[in-house]
């Protein structure tokens, strides 16, 4: 017997989960790291062409989402970073150890480097925040090079990827005008008894978990969903798949408008999925 769940049923309870149903709309920084702390993690920005929860989606009309990139890493009330999709990730930290454990290298950053994995100009951001940090944005401009517009991109592509390593973080920062980010190492700015949780995780263990988390997130997804997404290997995922299935840890279920089958929480009535979820058995 395989469930059937309509686009509509979907479409409502993402509406509620994400908060993007007019009722529930968020209106306040505290909503925000609500927001954040219900779902484990949520993007700034919805992606183009696909389905994720957002805060900015979840305001309305209105743009003081665009300052709690600052504001709340500044008073530490959630992580963020850009991570999945190379996108700024909200962070609770409940949820951090777990993507600590499932993306980070617990090598120092020094032997990263000397075992080839960062290359000169990363270990100079480095070693200059580790040495001088935190620093705004434009500190680290103006100490990385001649100013160009080349060694601007160049700076800014580095800063990206040391995040999707978790060896940088967003700490607070600059609000005013087109505002921008404060940084410093993850190592000293996220609490140390986080860092040490995460290090008692194995990464495939991590990596079931936020695939769980994932799909209770998005309400409905695929594999491939799940490793665009996480930037993961699509084999590793389809085998963590196949054992959170076996674990009746997600199920999977048709969606005729979708023309096919879909992972979904493990029990779709008995989940907090509330608004829809009516089963149909399929022979």
Same mark, same amino acid.
């Given at each position: 017997?395989?469930?059937?769940?309509?686009?509509?049923?979907?479409?409502?309870?993402?509406?509620?989960?994400?908060?993007?149903?007019?009722?529930?709309?968020? %209106?306040?920084?505290?909503?925000?790291?609500?927001?954040?702390?219900?779902? %484990? @993690?949520?993007?700034?920005?919805?992606?183009?062409?696909?389905?994720?929860?957002?805060?900015?989606?979840?305001? *309305?009309? /209105?743009?003081?989402?665009? $300052?709690?990139?600052?504001? =709340?890493?500044?008073?530490?009330?959630?992580?963020?970073?850009?991570?999945?999709?190379?996108?700024?990730?909200?962070?609770?930290?409940?949820?951090?150890? +777990?993507?600590?454990?499932?993306?980070?290298? =617990?090598?120092?950053?020094?032997? /990263?480097?000397? !075992?080839? =994995?960062? $290359?000169?100009?990363?270990? /100079?951001?480095?070693?200059?925040? !580790?040495?001088?940090?935190?620093?705004?944005?434009?500190?680290?401009?103006? #100490?990385? *090079?001649?100013?160009?517009?080349?060694?601007?991109?160049?700076?800014?592509?580095?800063?990206? $990827?040391?995040?999707?390593? @978790? +060896?940088?973080? #967003?700490?607070?920062? !600059?609000?005013?005008?087109?505002?921008?980010?404060?940084? $410093?190492?993850?190592?000293?700015?996220?609490?140390? &008894?986080?860092?040490?949780? #995460?290090?008692?995780?194995?990464?495939?263990? #991590?990596?079931?978990?936020?695939?769980? &988390? @994932?799909?209770?997130n998005v309400v409905a997804a695929t594999p491939a969903d799940v490793a665009w997404v996480f930037g993961w290997e699509r084999r590793q995922v389809n085998s963590l798949v196949t054992e959170l299935l076996a674990r009746d840890e997600m199920a999977t279920a048709r969606v005729p408008e979708l023309g096919g089958e879909?992972?979904?929480?493990?029990?779709?009535?008995?989940?907090? =999925?509330?608004?829809?979820? &009516?089963? /149909?058995?399929?022979?």
């Open positions: 017997m395989e469930q059937e769940i309509s686009l509509s049923e979907i479409e409502q309870v993402r509406a509620h989960r994400w908060r993007t149903a007019p009722a529930r709309r968020i %209106g306040s920084e505290r909503g925000a790291a609500r927001f954040i702390s219900e779902l %484990g @993690f949520v993007l700034l920005m919805p992606i183009s062409g696909a389905e994720l929860p957002s805060i900015r989606a979840s305001t *309305g009309e /209105q743009w003081t989402w665009w $300052d709690w990139k600052q504001t =709340l890493p500044e008073r530490k009330a959630c992580y963020y970073a850009k991570v999945l999709r190379r996108r700024g990730t909200f962070i609770s930290w409940e949820w951090f150890p +777990l993507f600590y454990a499932a993306y980070a290298d =617990l090598r120092p950053y020094w032997r /990263q480097y000397r !075992d080839g =994995l960062l $290359d000169r100009s990363a270990i /100079q951001i480095l070693d200059l925040l !580790d040495t001088q940090g935190p620093l705004m944005t434009r500190e680290i401009r103006l #100490a990385f *090079g001649p100013r160009s517009k080349g060694n601007t991109r160049r700076m800014k592509s580095i800063l990206v $990827d040391l995040q999707t390593r @978790f +060896l940088i973080t #967003a700490a607070g920062g !600059d609000t005013e005008g087109w505002s921008h980010h404060r940084w $410093d190492l993850v190592e000293r700015w996220v609490p140390m &008894r986080l860092r040490l949780a #995460a290090r008692k995780l194995p990464r495939c263990e #991590a990596r079931a978990k936020l695939i769980v &988390r @994932f799909v209770g879909v992972l979904v929480p493990a029990a779709w009535e008995g989940s907090g =999925l509330r608004h829809g979820g &009516r089963r /149909q058995a399929r022979r």
